[in-house]
């Protein structure tokens, strides 16, 4: 929020600067100055909130939910490893029971 506030009031100031030029003002040089220092100011606000983003994710982890694909694709690996495994134990049984015959 604060960097959308800074980036905002940075331009406001920067259209004030150039109304103030185009009309030749006294108050243009600092009302450029201000902009300056904005531009400063926002783009440090913005950064700070980009790396703290950067920062909870390494640490925390991206929680994020399947989109309906990959969860399609997730149910169909489930059922192939279920197959896998069923047809795993039908074979050791079915050989067991004709060695002990």
Do not use: Y
């Amino acid at each position: 929020m604060r960097a959308v506030l800074f980036v905002a009031v940075t331009l406001i100031q920067a259209m004030v600067a150039v109304l103030c030029t185009l009309t030749g003002s006294w108050l243009a040089f600092p009302m450029v100055i201000g902009t300056v220092v904005g531009t400063v100011v926002a783009t440090w606000g913005v950064l700070d909130v980009w790396v703290t983003r950067q920062v909870w994710n390494q640490r925390n982890g991206v929680v994020s939910t399947p989109s309906s694909s990959a969860r399609q694709l997730h149910k169909e690996r489930r059922r192939a490893r279920r197959a896998a495994r069923a047809a795993a134990r039908a074979r050791p049984s079915a050989s067991g029971q004709l060695s002990q015959a």
